[in-house]
């Protein structure tokens, strides 16, 4: 999933200031399940700013709604209405969700409520970490499913540097060695023969490095004009 | 301000908070008489969003009393009760509401006289601080 948290209320009270009648968007999928801009959250973080603006004797109005999904254009039907009664939306989506909303609704202006961080997954109740840097070409594979992009501070895809110490990063001490779970790994599924392989650079033109990505699935798309 | 009389609410569990808050009752204590109470099955049902919501209505405080650590009725509903109260005590923070107005506290349900104490050390703290800065923009009395 993708996994954001929120942003400080002050900030959003400043950022949202010119605003007089205001929806806050939560959205029900990844940021949901991570409890960063689900339904609760909406709730939370809509009284947080009436509190807050209260305090500044500002009259504001704070409406909610979460739909189901931000980055899907269908499921905005439900929030039609709702948009478009207010001057602003703080959206709790992840970035694509609050892009997707102000691409439904281009007049109306569109603020992030989250700072979305990773993609990866609750490691246990309240701990989330990253696994995935969306690289574009994966090699989990060769690894044993432990990636060396994201897991390995220096993304090394002939490790390890040699400065890890007792299994830590010798970037971060509260960090995993990526190529100490990666050796840990091959080991336990008996691959560690992997290991000989000299891999050649990475082709980062298929990452973001080489520009915001599309896919186009000619077998998914609906021919609407002939 | 000197006769300034808060308003708080208690957010009590039903097996230790308010069992003891009626003992407290049948022992005839003396406890000042600014708290409303509210029972719940257990603190772990405490929702941030009761807390938020009454200081959004101008509240003064907010106690959350649940059963002491390692002997609530549900295993750790009062250990997550106690993660929330200092989530809502930033949340409040961020907004401008001192986070002091919110506390949790712990105790058994053969502890009247400790209720009554919970809630001096309560309204003490919130006469200090005064009425809730919300409350006095709203004018309003809850
Ligand atoms: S190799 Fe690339 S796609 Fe695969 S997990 Fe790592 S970053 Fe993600
Ligand atoms: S110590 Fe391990 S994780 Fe850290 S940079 Fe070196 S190989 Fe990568």
Known sequence: MIVASRKN????????????????????????????????????????????????????????????????????????EAVQSVDAVLSLACGAGVQATAERFPNTPVYAGLD???????????????????????????????????????????GPCGGAKNGKC????????????????????GQLDRLEEIFSPHDWSKSHEGGCRKIVREDQRIVTKV | MDNFEPKILALCCHYCAYAAADLAGSMRLQYPANVRVLRLPCTGK????????????????????GCLEGGCHFQEGNLRAKKRVGLVRDMLEEAGIEKDRLEMFNLSSAEGPRFAEIVGIMTERIKKLGPSPLRRKLEVSV
């Not at chain 1, 399940?33 to 305090?55: D, F, N, P, Q, T």
């Not at chain 1, 690289?135 to 690894?143: A, D, F, K, S, T």
């Not at chain 1, 010798?170 to 599924?189: F, H, M, N, T």
């Open chain 1, 116 to 158: 979305t961080k990773f993609i990866g997954i609750l490691q246990e109740q309240g701990i989330w970490t990253e696994k995935c840097a969306a690289c574009g070409e994966c090699v989990l594979g060769e690894y044993g499913g432990v990636c060396p992009i994201t897991r390995c501070s220096k993304s090394l895809l002939n």
């Open chain 1, 170 to 189: 010798e970037v971060s001490p509260d960090q995993d060695c990526g190529w100490q779970l990666i050796y840990d790994r091959l080991k336990a599924i």
């Open chain 2, 46 to 65: 405490v929702d941030p969003s009761y807390i938020m919501t009454a200081f959004e209505m101008g509240i003064d405080g907010v106690l959350v009393a």
């Open chain 1, 9 to 80: 209320i002050k900030d959003l009270k400043e950022m949202l200031a010119q605003h007089k009648r205001i929806l806050v968007l939560g959205c029900g999928t990844c940021v949901t399940v991570c409890l960063a801009g689900g339904e609760r959250e909406v709730g939370m973080i809509s009284s947080a700013l009436r509190i807050a603006y209260k305090l500044d004797e500002e009259e504001h109005q704070i409406d909610e709604l979460t739909i189901e999904r931000q980055c899907e254009n269908e499921f905005f039907e439900d929030a039609i």
